[in-house]
């Protein structure tokens, strides 16, 4: 087991590619605290994460939330008694053209996905640095890499993500905390299948974008992730990689 008896926080774990973290990160043997905003669908996604023999507890927080984030680590030293792993992973995307963007949808994106990630890694670095250890994900996204239209918010905030790792990685680096990011490609969760079935994403052209010709499922970055936050992993920080299938090397079709 990858991640015997660790303890780790997942925030906007109660579905979608945390819920497939949490699940992965509860097989490779880690303790797991269920952080999101609806606390009803992270307590019923502990009753699974239980069935399947792991630990687990649910707490509500809104990432955006100081007070509420400040409690989201004491809960969990009060349960486990440390915090090995953060995975920065909850993040909301608002599609909107750029003339019909209106600021507070600007701000409600890079809040939840970039301030959210400082707020988050501030407060478990706390605890990490007087551990002498630790690993920090963060969840950027292939559109931290390359542009569509109508993400002006999400990719900003998550090229902004990948530049904060970076950093984070060096200024955390000298008290044994490694800092990674992942940038998923077109990823099969059950929002996106539902942008799909309603138009507003096409999903043939997201294959045709793929050299590898499909959309990835959330085990496949559950899998990376768990790696990432191993210590098969203990050299590897700074650097956010690309889970992709190879969208974001392609150039398109000529
Ligand atoms: N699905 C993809 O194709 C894809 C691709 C690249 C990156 N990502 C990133 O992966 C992460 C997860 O995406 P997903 O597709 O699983 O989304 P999702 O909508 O299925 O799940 C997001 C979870 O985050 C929670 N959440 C939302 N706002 C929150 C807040 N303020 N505080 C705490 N929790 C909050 C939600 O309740 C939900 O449980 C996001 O950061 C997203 O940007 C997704």
Redesign the pocket.
């Known amino acids: 087991m990858k991640l015997k008896d660790k303890v780790a926080i997942i ?10 973290i949490a699940i992965e990160f509860v097989k490779e043997g880690a303790k797991v605290v269920v ?4 606390l009803e ?2 307590e019923k996604t502990v009753e699974e994460l239980k069935s399947l023999g792991g630990e687990a507890i649910a707490v509500k ?5 100081p007070d509420e984030v400040n409690a989201m680590v004491s809960k969990t030293l009060e349960r486990f008694g440390r915090i090995d792993i953060l995975v ?6 608002i599609q909107k053209p750029l003339l019909e963007m209106a600021l507070e949808d600007w701000r409600r994106v890079i ?3 970039l301030t ?1 990630v400082f707020l988050c890694t501030q407060a478990v670095a706390r605890v990490m640095v007087q551990q002498g250890r630790g690993v920090i994900v963060n ?5 931290g890499f390359v542009a569509i239209p109508r993400r002006a918010a ?1 990719s900003a905030s ?1 090229a902004g993500v990948i530049g904060l790792t970076r950093e984070l990685a060096v200024e955390l680096a000298p008290y044994g905390i490694r800092v990674v990011g992942v ?10 299948l539902n942008l799909a079935k309603k138009g507003v994403v096409n999903e043939e052209a997201i294959k045709m974008m793929t050299p590898m010709g499909r ?2 499922t ?1 085990e496949e ?1 559950a899998k990376v992730i768990a790696f990432l936050s191993s210590d098969e992993a203990s050299f590897i920080t700074g650097d956010t990689i690309l889970i992709d299938g190879g969208y974001v090397s392609y150039g398109g079709p000529i």
């Open positions: 925030t906007g774990a109660a579905e979608g590619i945390g819920k497939a952080a999101d905003v609806n669908l992270a927080v809104d990432v955006t939330n920065n992973n909850a993040g909301i995307s809040d939840i996905n959210g969840m950027a996204s292939s559109l999400y998550k940038a998923p490609g077109w990823i099969a969760t059950q929002r996106v959309l990835g959330p970055v």
